[in-house]
């Protein structure tokens, strides 16, 4: 058997960087020997670590995912990109990548990013555990695909007071009343609590409808819709919420805004 792949993973994001370390775990083949909060730090190490395997994200501060990319001279890892911004792929297989993953990374997805790796590194190895694995989650995910939007919440799952959605391999339930703001992206949704965050495959007209039911909600953009009970101020195009967090708000929804916080002072 084919030693195991080293990798390093280099992002600024805590959540993506469990998410990544739950996934490596779940592949026998793999070993991950460090995790560094930003590039630079890793840029003093990497040549000395010399992983088979960089999971590097792009949008960091001090220096970017390609900024380090370009650091390399003779030795060039192979580089698997992880980031939440679409519009950089191109940009990545320029630098040569491996494979660009779009967070949140579905395991799936993860898993042919890292059979891509070994198919440079080792052509004849297979890992019979891995590719059943993979055969797995793909077949999981066509299912889903194949259902109609409407059936990717059970009947039964949403209450007057609470959700159920599914993260990763367990269901969470989520108080509407402690939802701060969610956060759209494609077939997923980000659910920001006042103490956490949750990742979970819906689409965001989805939950939209889920939450026209309840008056404390609105839409702001197309990306976002917020809790108004965590509104505090209103700032030309920005809303800003209790813990800080400022929003843009869209032009069609600027009057809906208005007339939510001139309700709240009723």
Avoid at 7 to 23: H, M, N, R, T
Avoid at 135 to 153: F, G, P, Q
Avoid at 237 to 249: A, H, P, Q, R, Y
């Amino acid at each position: 058997m084919e030693k195991k792949l080293t990798c390093v993973i280099i992002d600024d994001e805590p959540l993506a960087q469990e998410l990544i370390e739950k996934f490596v775990k779940r592949i026998p083949s793999l070993a991950l020997i460090r995790v560094f909060d930003n590039a630079i730090e890793a840029l003093e190490e990497i040549d000395e670590l010399s992983p088979d395997i960089i999971f590097l994200d792009i949008n960091m501060p001090e220096m970017s995912g390609f900024e380090f990319i370009r650091t390399f001279n003779k030795v060039r890892p192979n580089v698997i990109m992880t980031t939440a911004y679409p519009q950089f792929a191109i940009e990545g297989y320029e630098h040569d990548v491996v494979d660009y993953l779009l967070k949140p990374i579905p395991f799936d997805r993860f898993v042919r990013a890292i059979n891509k790796v070994r198919d440079k590194i080792h052509p004849s190895f297979i890992e019979p555990k891995v590719l059943s694995e993979n055969h797995l989650v793909a077949n999981s995910t066509s299912e889903e695909n194949e259902k109609n939007e409407d059936d990717l919440i059970d009947p039964g799952m949403v209450r007057d007071n609470f959700l159920w959605v599914k993260e990763d391999r367990k269901l969470v339930k989520v108080d509407f009343n402690e939802i701060v703001y969610v956060e759209g992206m494609k077939d997923y949704i980000k659910i920001f609590l006042p103490k956490t965050m949750i990742i979970t495959y819906m689409r965001m007209g989805k939950m939209e409808n889920i939450l026209a039911t309840r008056n404390k909600f609105l839409r702001i953009n197309r990306s976002f819709i917020i809790n108004t009970k965590f509104m505090v101020a209103l700032d030309g195009n920005m809303v800003e919420l209790d813990n800080g967090k400022k929003l843009s708000i869209g032009s069609n929804y600027k009057d809906i805004i208005k007339n939510a916080m001139k309700a709240q002072l009723r």
